[in-house]
């Protein structure tokens, strides 16, 4: 005799895929790397900022730096999309609106949205190798829908592995790019505008503050430079050999 299969209904799965700190869908789940518990970003990040220990386990992730032992992850995340029907479309217009409402005004316009393709300021730094005056080819398109930002790259002349300094100040330090560049994709723009060789090593720090390779300008700017007290715009992020302690 055939049976049939039961129907299986999102609450059925609602453990698997609900934040244990906001009890909300996870939003761009985030795994905490020592104990694997997952949390959508926005929570475990604010978490973080007091305390260093997982809330669902209570083991600490991180004697000083907790936020280094995250991970994202984008495969729980198109499945979380593709069980709950309109959680994709509801949160891009969310992170529309609060990026519209919290990006300062340039020249009396908000620029939102890198313009359409062709345009100099988009994607300065959305592929390594892109040109400072915007002519970054195919590579420029990566990023021309995500919400953009503006960055100043100062050179800070410290002494790395050479015993001197052969990084110098960028012709031009005020780039546009997306929000989800990352500090990795930055120290590429870097090295290749600056010719630098393949074996040199570059910090990028915030505040004084060495940066992670995988931290995006969007978490850096809201959990070092708005944290921090810092109103000016744009965020300033600082670049030096990497120090040789040996």
């Given amino acids: 005799m055939a049976t049939t299969g039961r129907k299986h209904l999102v609450k059925d799965f609602n453990h698997f895929i609900t934040c244990y700190l906001c009890r909300g869908y996870l939003i761009k789940p985030t795994t905490v790397t020592e104990c694997l ?26 004697e000083t730096n907790p936020l280094e032992m995250l991970r994202l992850d984008n495969t729980l995340e198109e499945i979380i999309f ?3 029907p309109g959680l994709r479309e509801k949160e891009e217009q969310q992170e529309l609106e609060f990026w519209k409402k919290n990006q300062p005004k340039e020249n009396g316009q908000e620029n939102l949205h890198c313009q359409r393709p062709g345009l100099p300021d988009c994607g ?9 005056d915007g002519d970054g080819g195919e590579d420029g398109d990566y990023h021309r829908s995500d919400p953009q930002i503006a960055i100043c790259l100062d050179c800070l002349q410290n ?46 720090l915030c ?6 390779r995988d931290h995006t300008l969007e978490f850096i700017y809201m959990t070092r430079w708005r944290l921090h007290g810092e109103n000016t715009y744009p965020m300033v992020l600082e670049y030096r050999p990497r120090i040789d302690f040996g």
Avoid: W
């Fill in 37 to 62: 518990h997952t949390f959508c970003k926005s929570c475990i990040v604010q978490h973080f900022e007091e305390s260093n220990d997982c809330p669902k386990c209570g083991i600490q992730v991180h």
């Fill in 82 to 84: 593709k069980l709950v």
């Fill in 124 to 132: 300065a730094a959305g592929a390594a190798g892109a040109d400072d």
């Fill in 159 to 204: 002494t790395g592995q050479s015993g001197e300094s052969t990084v110098t100040d960028l012709m031009k330090r005020f780039i546009r790019c997306s929000s989800r560049v990352t500090v990795g994709t930055i120290k590429k723009f870097l090295s290749l505008k600056l010719k630098l060789p393949s074996s040199y090593e570059l910090d990028v």
């Fill in 207 to 212: 505040n004084g503050e060495i940066m992670g």
